[in-house]
C-alpha cells in the first residue's frame, strides 16, 4: 500500500510539473493602485521560487537565519531540492543584491489540510544563513 501512494505522489508532481512548465505564465503585476516599495523596507520577506525554471511560487518570511516560515500549499510536494529561497530584493526581475538559497528540508504541519487550508503552515530550513547577508 505505501508503494501505490508513492507512485501517487510521483504522478501528483509529475503532472505539477507539466502543468508549471507549459502554463505558460508570464510575471504581471495583480496589484491594483499600489505604490512601489523601497528598497529593503521589507527585509523579513523571501520569494520561495521553483528550482525547474526560477518562476515566483509564494512568499515566506524569514524566521532565523536559516528558517522561512511559509504556506503549507507552497511545500505540498515535500521536495525540499524543487525549492527555493531569494531573498534581498523588492523586485524579482532584478538578481543584484539578491542571496539565493537551497533547501535542506521542508516540514508542513501535521495536520494540514489541503481541502480546507487549515493548518496551512510550512516551515523550511535553508542549506545555507542569511544571517550574514544584507
Known amino acids: 500500500m505505501e508503494s ?3 507512485y501517487f505522489r510521483l504522478l501528483a508532481l509529475l503532472l505539477w510539473l507539466l502543468l508549471h512548465l ?3 505564465h508570464q510575471r504581471t503585476s495583480r496589484i491594483v493602485n499600489g505604490q512601489p516599495a523601497p528598497d529593503s523596507r521589507f527585509r523579513y520577506q523571501v520569494s520561495v521560487q521553483s528550482t525547474v525554471d526560477d518562476y515566483h511560487l509564494c512568499s ?3 524566521l532565523d537565519g536559516s528558517h522561512v ?3 503549507a500549499a507552497c511545500c505540498e510536494n515535500d521536495d525540499p531540492f524543487l525549492l527555493k529561497v531569494v531573498a534581498g530584493t523588492h523586485d524579482l526581475s532584478q538578481e543584484e ?3 539565493m538559497l537551497m533547501l535542506e528540508s521542508v516540514t ?4 494540514y489540510d489541503a481541502f480546507s487550508l487549515y493548518n496551512n503552515i510550512c516551515i523550511m530550513k535553508m542549506d545555507g544563513d542569511l544571517s550574514n547577508s544584507e
Open 97 to 99: 543584491g539578491t542571496v
Open 22 to 24: 507549459c502554463s505558460g
Open 108 to 111: 508542513i504541519h501535521e495536520d
Open 4 to 6: 501505490l501512494s508513492y
Open 69 to 71: 516560515l511559509t504556506t
Open 60 to 62: 515566506g518570511v524569514i
